[in-house]
T-cell receptor
């Protein structure tokens, strides 16, 4: 069965620290991967996506993610976090003929000022 | 342009009552999705509409849940005989074909 795993449930960082949130997927064949962010009190917003091509994708607000097929991973990174990055981050994927997203369990990021 | 809108933003109901949740997708988007976000289950897919095709209902948790999409635009998710475990945030998303899904603000449902 298709699945997406996020192993970090809660990450606490100080401002200016570097961030890496893990995401692993189990899909066969072609896969499209996404990172969504949910700021407190707001709706899900797309951070970045990978469909094909360059495995290093850049998104909004300085975030990037690298698709590593051999590791079934799509980790999210940011070199220097800000207090305003405090939010919940969801990795999601879709594969084959299925169009609905399968989400990971989410990672709550808290950035301390 | 306008994003996905959902109404009501909050709904409190009594156990056993029926509720209807509405979603207005982004204009021109042919695909519409319903998801549920709850503490215990995370984000779960419920149902998916694509154009005039039969909807994919594979995520609906029981036959108390149903959805329709009229005129290829607005969608209504109906929960009959609500139970306390139905309490969750119900999210709607739309997309253009196979592209990225854009989410609405959700309807927070509380069943007492």
């Amino acid at each position: 069965a298709q699945s997406v795993s996020q192993h970090n449930h809660h990450v606490i960082l100080s401002e200016a620290a570097s961030l890496e949130l893990g995401c692993n997927y189990s899909y066969g064949g072609t896969v499209n991967l996404f990172w969504y962010v949910q700021y407190p009190g707001q709706h899900l917003q797309l951070l970045l996506k990978y469909f094909s091509g360059d495995p290093l994708v850049k998104g909004i607000k300085g975030f990037e993610a690298e698709f590593i097929k051999s590791k079934f991973s799509f980790n999210l990174r940011k070199p220097s976090v800000q207090w305003s990055d405090t939010a919940e981050y969801f990795c999601a994927g879709v594969s084959g003929s299925a169009r609905q997203l399968t989400f990971g369990s989410g990672t709550q990021l808290t950035v301390l000022p | 342009g306008a994003g996905v809108s959902q109404s009501p933003s909050n709904k409190v109901t009594e156990k056993g009552k029926d509720v209807e949740l509405r979603c207005d997708p982004i204009s021109g988007h042919t695909a519409l999705y319903w998801y549920r976000q709850s503490l215990g289950q995370g984000l779960e897919f419920l149902i998916y509409f694509q154009g005039n095709s039969a909807p994919d209902k594979s995520g609906l948790p029981s036959d108390r849940f149903s959805a329709e999409r009229t005129g290829g635009s607005v969608s209504t998710l109906t929960i009959q005989r609500t139970q306390q475990e139905d309490s969750a945030v119900y999210l709607c998303a739309s997309s253009s074909g196979w592209e990225t899904q854009y989410f609405g603000p959700g309807t927070r449902l509380l069943v007492l």
